[in-house]
């Protein structure tokens, strides 16, 4: 499954520059049109600023890419019907010749295979509340127990069950640690309300952890890097805990199930709070996708 690796990123990669993956599925599914296309160039625009190489990550036409044009990020933005892709799905989507938007799961498979260490996003999947009925828990942590890849994040969506997911994490054997602080983000929220065992404070620490992560060995898994949208671009708590209790209640009565049930929940919040909790998204994943920047940056540094 050779992947197109844009000139661009190639060249950063072959000089070892700075670079990082950026997934497509938050702007095919995680964010309403026509909001998506501009966000997904602004990150971009957000990763050169910092001095690294964005790769934005999606299946085009059977082959997955690493780094896109501006036309091939408008196709993803804006293709009617365009599917989500875990990492299972990858060889499939080859084979049938399709394309598709890859997830956490998936692009963090495609990163590594490429080269690439850092990775933001918003917030990972994880273990879904009503798990002991549905069995639904993202395929990001299985794959994260299995890729060495760095991501940095807002913490796991917060419409999951957050305890759970924690606990699945240590299970499965992936490092966490807060960034800048003790508590777990809550991803429209700055604190999930649970602690991280560890707290990082600058990148060029967190650069370490990696190199450390390489020298001591064992499993090939994955850094998590929750960092937290800053407090006064939060969600406001008391709106987040009553309008996602709403969209829970909607999701079970509507029988919204599977890959559905993540995009459904997100837009539920959207329109319920007047695009609040789309501004907390974007403020989120714009905090993380500066400091993997910098990551980046230091770990191309060492
Ligand atoms: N973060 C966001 N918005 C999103 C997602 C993450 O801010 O839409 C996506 C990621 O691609 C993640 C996926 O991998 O949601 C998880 O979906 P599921 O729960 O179906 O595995
Ligand atoms: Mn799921």
Request: proline share 0%; net charge negative; glycine share 8%.
């Given at each position: 499954m050779t992947s197109v690796v844009s000139e661009e990123v190639r060249e950063a990669l072959d000089a070892r520059r700075p670079v990082v993956a950026l997934e497509s599925t938050i702007i095919a599914h995680g964010l309403p049109r026509p909001r998506n296309l501009r966000v997904a160039l602004e990150l971009e625009a957000a990763v050169r600023a910092e001095g690294a190489v964005p790769a934005t990550i999606a299946v085009l036409d059977g082959r997955p890419h690493i780094g896109l044009d501006e036309k091939q990020v408008e196709r993803i933005a804006n293709e009617d019907g365009i599917r989500k892709l875990g990492h299972r799905d990858l060889p499939l989507a080859v084979a049938a010749g399709a394309g598709g938007a890859t997830t956490v799961s998936a692009t963090a498979l495609l990163a590594a295979r490429a080269g690439i260490r850092v990775f933001a996003t918003g917030g990972l999947g994880g273990v879904h509340r009503e798990w002991t009925v549905?069995?639904?828990?993202?395929?990001d942590l299985g794959l994260l127990a299995r890729t060495r890849i760095t991501v940095v994040c807002a913490?796991?969506?917060?419409?999951?069950d957050v305890p759970a997911t924690l606990q699945r994490l240590e299970t499965l054997g992936v490092a966490v640690a807060g960034y800048g602080t003790d508590r777990f983000p809550g991803f429209y929220l700055s604190d999930s309300g649970h602690p991280v065992d560890w707290t990082l404070e600058t990148p060029q620490q967190v650069a370490e952890v990696m190199r450390a992560q390489d020298a001591v060995g064992g499993p090939e898994s994955a850094l998590i890097v929750a960092n937290p949208v800053p407090e006064q671009e939060q969600l406001d708590p008391e709106l987040h805990a009553r309008v996602l209790a709403e969209a829970l209640r909607a999701c079970e009565a509507e029988g919204v199930t599977g890959q559905a049930v993540t995009p459904f929940l997100l837009d539920h919040l959207v329109r319920h709070t007047d695009g609040a909790s789309l501004e907390a998204n974007l403020a989120a994943v714009r905090g993380n996708v500066r400091l993997a920047a910098r990551i980046a940056a230091a770990w191309a540094g060492a």
């Open positions: 549905t069995q639904d828990e993202s395929a913490g796991v969506k917060s419409i999951l």
